[in-house]
């Protein structure tokens, strides 16, 4: 029993537990109910790993997609069986969806490792459960194939295009600055989120979705489809199908996921116009597989690379029109020989194979080498100095380039709560050079690193018309955000970086063309600010934030935990019987 297919040829890992001879192989068959006797002899076992959830509307479609990785897994000779996994919806969960994607990450690995499978298909959308997905199957390496659940169709009001996030975050300041009504802003609502799926725009969901095809752990193609175009079914069958011949092929993530892939990735997200937060992500699934990618490299392998895609919030356009422009293979073709090409993914095929031939529909959507949206080196900065050691981030797509060069005075808030009741007063000392200064929203210090980086402007700056200042924090930022927001200060102030000696009226220089954040204090008072200074309050006293906030690494090193690191492979801990 159980020799049939997969693992190189080799005996099945589910052999273990269905083709067990005794009274357990009895047990173990037995209660797994409704299905014919040959199903335990020798087919692939295939988990198919459900971030569904209608706490994730993102993710609330992803059973329909599941039914479709069923009939495929069928279609293939594999046994599929799906299981729910922890989800995370980005709008709805407190403090931040952030918090917990190490926790999932957790539930998918251990999950899959406890389990008689031999391979997973693993379905995510929402922005975390992409990443956590992939940390947890990394560290498990078993074959493993992601389906993303695919981005809404565009939103539409009033006769234009509306972008998630993007034009929420747009919109709630043209209110603010009463340049829109109450009214118009709540009948936007349904207008923006109005078809299953992620957010259209090129935030997160989207970012992370293209960094799981760019890697290769998702079929060409299939990040871009929305969810509610019958192909996202399509691509779900086949995954169901290529699952199947990934165990006989004994194809697992440490095959697909090495360094080059990640080069490729870190590129495409130049590409893209991606989400800061790729880079953390990116850097988590990298420690999970061993594989080197330091936060420098999302500055220096990128500098070639012009912003190709035209898409909210670096241009005009939404998943759905680059879908149908080609979407990521159109991209990745037209990238060349700035990718690996012979890079495997689960299609079985390179890089260069799954994209030699792909099209591209639409050259607004979609821009060449020749005649890029932004020049090459126009995605994310990297900048050291004395108030980021060990780096900090900025998007340059999504900044204003007048403030790409500036020098103000820092006005700092060592609590987002405290910002947000100061940015409505009159009297706020607040002025359009002003460098707005959040800290002890890092991973530590909130905890989990709320997307909080791009404060909302001051209402009288807004008032008078201004659209975009200089914000620093060691906060992360909604990749549908837009403006000239520094993030991801490491170490962050909580541990006791340099942010958290910054005082409200020093000057702070921004340089993003030289890559440096400095605050012009000297290193003796410097020193004498960091006698004087007082961690923050203890942290949580129990349960999973408790032990977050002992663990979690860095966010220049992704913000994993720090005992998470690595691999464990497939096999239990222990034998249980
Ligand atoms: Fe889920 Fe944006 S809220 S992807």
Redesign the pocket.
């Known amino acids: 029993m159980g020799t049939a297919a997969g693992n190189g040829g080799g005996r099945l890992r589910s052999a273990d537990w269905f083709g067990e001879p005794g009274r357990m192989g009895a047990i173990y068959r037995s209660w797994v109910r409704g299905y014919t006797p040959e199903v335990f002899d020798g087919h692939p076992v295939i988990g198919i790993a459900n971030s569904w959830s209608e706490l ?3 993710n609330a479609h992803l059973r329909r997609v599941a039914d479709a990785v069923k009939q495929g897994v069928w279609q293939a000779g594999g046994f599929p069986l799906e299981f729910p996994t922890t989800s995370l ?3 709805l969960m407190r403090p931040t969806a952030m918090l917990f994607r190490n926790l999932m990450s957790m539930d998918v690995e251990e999950t899959l490792r406890a389990n008689p499978l031999d391979g997973v298909v693993l379905l995510s ?3 975390k459960t992409t990443p956590a997905m992939l940390m947890g199957a990394a560290s498990v390496d078993l074959p493993a194939i992601m389906v993303t659940g695919g981005p809404m169709l565009s939103g539409k009001f009033q006769g234009r295009d509306l972008g ?2 993007t034009d929420i975050w747009r919109f709630s300041e043209e209110v603010r600055a009463g340049r829109m009504s109450a009214e118009d802003f709540r009948a936007s609502e349904s207008c923006m989120a109005r078809s299953d799926g ?2 259209m725009t090129m ?3 989207s970012t992370m979705a293209c960094m799981a095809e760019a890697l290769g752990m998702q079929l060409p193609g299939a990040a871009a489809i929305p969810a509610s175009d019958s192909r996202r079914q399509v691509v779900a069958m086949a995954a169901g199908q290529r699952i199947v011949a990934m165990v006989a092929e004994d194809l697992r993530p440490s095959r697909i996921l090495t360094r080059a892939a990640f080069e490729n990735a870190v590129r495409v997200n130049a590409a893209i116009g991606g989400s800061t937060n790729a880079a953390i992500h990116l850097i988590a699934i990298a420690g999970r597989v061993g594989v080197p990618l330091a936060l420098d490299d999302f500055d220096t392998l990128a500098r070639a690379v012009p912003t190709l895609v035209n898409l909210m919030p670096s241009g005009r356009y939404l998943m759905e029109d680059f879908a149908y422009a080609g979407g990521l293979p159109a991209v990745m073709a037209e990238l060349g020989e700035l990718l690996h090409r012979d890079a495997l993914t689960v299609s079985g095929r390179t890089v260069g194979d799954n994209v030699a031939d792909a099209p591209c529909w639409n050259r607004e959507v979609i821009t060449t080498l020749a005649e890029p949206l932004q020049p090459p080196g126009s995605g994310l900065a990297v900048l050291r100095g004395n108030l980021c050691p060990d780096g900090a981030v900025i998007k340059q797509s999504a900044a204003s380039p007048h403030l790409l060069k500036h020098r103000g005075r820092a006005l700092v808030f060592d609590r987002l709560e405290d910002y947000n009741l100061a940015r409505e007063a009159e009297e706020l000392l607040v002025e359009e050079t002003t460098v707005l200064v959040l800290r002890n929203a890092g991973p530590k210090g909130y905890p989990g690193m709320p997307e909080a980086g791009n404060l909302p402007l001051p209402r009288k700056l807004l008032e008078r018309g201004v659209t975009d200042m200089v914000r620093v924090s060691d906060a992360r930022m909604s990749g ?1 955000g837009y403006g000239t927001v520094v993030l991801h200060v490491a170490p962050e102030a909580a541990v006791g970086g340099p942010l958290a000696l910054v005082q409200t009226g020093d000057w702070v220089q921004l340089d993003v063309p030289a890559r440096t954040l400095r605050m012009e204090v000297d290193d003796q008072e410097l020193s004498r600010r960091r006698q004087q200074w007082q961690p923050p309050a203890a942290p949580l006293a129990r349960g999973y934030a408790r032990l977050y906030v002992d663990h979690v690494l860095q966010a220049d090193q992704g913000a994993d935990l720090d005992f998470l690191v690595g691999a464990s492979g497939h096999q239990p801990p222990r034998h249980n019987h």
Do not use: K, L, R
Request: hydrophobic letters at 5%.
């Open positions: 994730t509307p993102c919806g980005e709008t959308g929402c922005d998630s996030g992620h957010c935030g997160t969901a549908t």
